[in-house]
């Protein structure tokens, strides 16, 4: 069975500071991708990034960089200079290659950031 | 481009009624996901469908129910409503080409 979890349930920083939200995850399948969702208040679920369980290369999309790291079974993300915008909840997840996406997403129970002015 | 679009915002149920909720995918997506958003259960997968067909369930019981039509717009339908299915409901579609799910916004159900 596949399990994804996210250890910090809340974070608060003052904004421009850095943050790493942590994402550990188990699955006995060889091909499998993660992702990263927001969801601000408003409660739609955003997409941030999507990693393919061959591709540990780590990215960079401005603020935002994602360490996948296939050895600790971890994939964390970190916000740079963070901003009050950045204030959501912010959700891992791991979804099986094989099948299509027959199982749907296995979410982490989601870990509330707030950047406080 | 128009996102997933959920129907309505908000549905106001009791207990024992039956509640349906409605979801058009971005267009070009012929799969369909439903989650459940309830408090103290995180995201949980409901159903998927694809291609007008239901593919596969979570582990709900089958009030929990549903269909995609032609066009690719599903619907979720939740029989005897009990006051635990008050949640938030999520749906996503997916492209063939990519496996990203993409989330409209959502339907809040209360169950009193």
């Known amino acids: 069975a596949q399990k994804v979890t996210q250890a910090q349930t809340e974070i608060s920083v003052v904004e421009k500071e850095d943050v790493t939200l942590d994402c550990v995850y188990e699955t006995r399948d060889t091909t499998y991708y993660l992702f990263w969702y927001k969801q601000p208040p408003s409660g739609e679920l955003v997409f941030l990034i999507r990693r393919n369980s061959f591709d540990e290369q780590n990215e960079i999309s401005g603020r935002y960089s994602w360490n996948f790291q296939k050895s600790t079974s971890s994939f964390n993300f970190t916000i740079t200079a963070s901003q009050v915008v950045d204030s959501a909840v912010y959700f891992c997840?791991?979804?099986?290659?094989?099948?299509?996406?027959?199982?749907?997403?296995?979410f982490g129970k989601g870990t509330h950031l707030i950047i406080q002015p | 481009e128009a996102g997933v679009t959920q129907s309505p915002t908000h549905l106001i149920k009791t207990r024992g009624q039956q509640a349906t909720l409605r979801c058009s995918p971005i267009s070009g997506h012929t799969s369909v996901y439903w989650y459940q958003q309830a408090l103290g259960l995180g995201l949980q997968f409901l159903l998927w469908y694809d291609e007008g067909e239901e593919r596969n369930r979570g582990n709900f019981p089958p009030r929990f129910s549903g269909r995609q039509f032609p066009n690719y717009s599903s619907e979720l339908n939740v029989n005897a409503l009990e006051l635990e299915d008050s949640a938030l409901y999520l749906c996503?579609?997916?492209?063939?080409?990519?496996?990203?799910?993409?989330f409209g916004a959502g339907t809040r159900l209360s169950v009193l």
């Open positions: 996503a579609s997916r492209g063939v080409s990519k496996n990203i799910q993409y």
């Open positions: 997840a791991l979804s099986e290659a094989r099948g299509g996406g027959a199982d749907g997403l296995t």
